[in-house]
Every structure is written in C-alpha cells, then in structure tokens.
C-alpha cells in the first residue's frame, strides 16, 4: 500500500514526524511520502486555494513542504503534482482532538476527506494531548493492519481519537458517533500596540452531547474512539417533509 500522509499542523509537527517514522518501518506500506503544509494551518477546514499558485518544496526525500493548506496537499499529492500512485490518505497525529463539531473546522479531518477522489477509505488521527504521539501511531497501524477485513465503501473518512496517555493506559477501542460542543468561549476584544481594535476567536466550548456512544465519552474513560464520517451533508428526513411544503411555494 502506497499511504500519502499530509497534516494540519505542518510538516515539521512531531506528531507526522512519529506517524512517518511508523508507517515506514511497517511491512504493509510500500511507499510513504509526506505533504503536508509549511507551517501551522489547525481550523483550515477544507479550503483550497485557487488564488494564488502554489509552491512546492522536496525538504528531503519523500517529504514535501507546501505554501498552501491541508486540503491542497493532498490535492497535490494525488492529482498530479509528483510521480505518486497513493492508495490511501492518512492525516495526522494532530495535536489535540478533533472530536464532535471540531470536524468541520478540522484541517486535519479536512485533509482525510481530500483523499476520497482515491475512492478509497481515508483516516484522520488526533491525540487529545500533544504527549503521547507514540501512542496514537501504534493504534494507527493497529487499524491499518486490520483494515483488510473491513471491506469499507470508498469515500468513507475513519476519524480516530486517542488519548494522550501511555499505551498500557489506553483501555481499548470503541467504534463512536459524534458528540457535540457548546458554542465556543466569546471572541476575545483587545487593542493592538498602535491603539486599533484586534479581536481573537475564543477556545472551543465543553463538551454539550459527551453522552455514552460519543467520541467525546469513549476518549473521556480512556478509550481510543473512531467514527466513521460521510462527506452527503443532506438533511434527508427534512427533505422528505419539505416535498409537500414546496408545492405551497
Ligand atoms: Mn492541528
């Protein structure tokens, strides 16, 4: 298997530095190139870049550093830009969690979803914690190795949680939905040392839904969490009561 392994956190973050390191020393990957962005681009969400070009720079071999965000890595690294026949799009170990809402915003999870024009399943790893990334990488190849029998339908996104923890103190695995987060903190106001208005995007919100069956309840009691995602964001039950209501239009 050919694994292209891209990030939000930049090329030079330890936790795709410890997951490159893995997958290279593991028999089931051929060929492992790493593109990911030149410098921190967390919350880029899945925006590419159609303004300006694009540079692309070998740092060293197999590792590609890109002016541009998650989302255009991957575009990059399977849509032509090197000599690359990826089978598989795997995303991380992102610094912090990436769990209920924070999907929409994730880049990482964002880079992960560029890879379904592989048709292939694509994975996205987090470590809640920026400690233990060796602990994320383990149970990455642990999936990876079982991902065989699992027989996923293309275009489908594994979004993983770990704990940051030490290995012997993760519990197990639990298959999750979801959770949800309350709105995050309020934006926070300041002046500038000139005396003009900035303004920071406050800290995400507590977990609202961490209920039992959530991400945010398996990583809670120490359990690595992974939800399946889907890209159709249609509302179908809406769509259906919204038939008759068109007809009154
Ligand atoms: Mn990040």
């Known amino acids: 298997m050919n694994i292209l392994l891209s990030?939000?956190?930049?090329?030079?973050?330890?936790?795709?530095?410890?997951l490159a390191a893995a997958l290279r020393q593991w028999q089931g990957a051929r060929q492992v190139v790493v593109m990911a962005p030149d410098r921190n681009r967390s919350a880029a969400s899945n925006a590419l870049t159609l303004s300006n070009p694009l540079r692309m720079q070998e740092v060293e071999p197999g590792?590609?550093?890109?002016?541009?965000?998650?989302?255009?890595?991957?575009?990059?690294?399977?849509n032509g830009a090197i000599d690359f026949q990826a089978d598989m799009?795997?995303?991380?170990?992102n610094a912090g969690a990436n769990m209920g809402d924070d999907v929409l915003y994730s880049g990482t999870v964002a880079a992960a979803t560029e890879g379904r024009f592989l048709g292939k399943p694509s994975l996205a790893v987090s470590l809640v914690g920026d400690t233990y990334f060796d602990t994320a990488a383990h149970w990455t190849l642990r999936i990876l190795q079982?991902?065989?029998?699992?027989?996923?339908?293309?275009s489908t996104i594994l979004n993983v949680n770990v704990p940051d923890r030490p290995l012997e103190a993760i519990r197990g695995i639990r298959v999750t939905r979801l959770g949800r987060r309350h709105r995050s903190e309020p934006v926070v106001c300041d002046r500038d040392p000139r005396g003009l208005p900035i303004y920071w995007i406050g800290p995400a919100g507590a977990a609202a839904d961490d209920a039992?069956?959530?991400?945010?309840h398996?990583?809670?009691?120490?359990?690595?969490?992974i939800t399946p995602l889907q890209i159709d964001l249609t509302h179908y039950r809406?769509?259906?009561?919204?038939?008759?209501?068109?007809?009154?239009?």
């Open 7 to 18: 990030n939000d956190d930049g090329y030079l973050a330890p936790g795709i530095r410890t």
């Open 146 to 154: 079982g991902l065989d029998e699992l027989a996923l339908e293309a």
């Open 63 to 78: 590792v590609f550093s890109v002016n541009g965000t998650p989302t255009d890595c991957v575009h990059l690294g399977i």
């Open 212 to 216: 039992e069956g959530t991400d945010f």
């Open 89 to 93: 799009v795997i995303s991380g170990i």
């Open 238 to 249: 809406l769509k259906e009561r919204m038939q008759s209501w068109v007809q009154m239009l």
């Open 218 to 225: 398996a990583v809670a009691a120490g359990y690595v969490s």
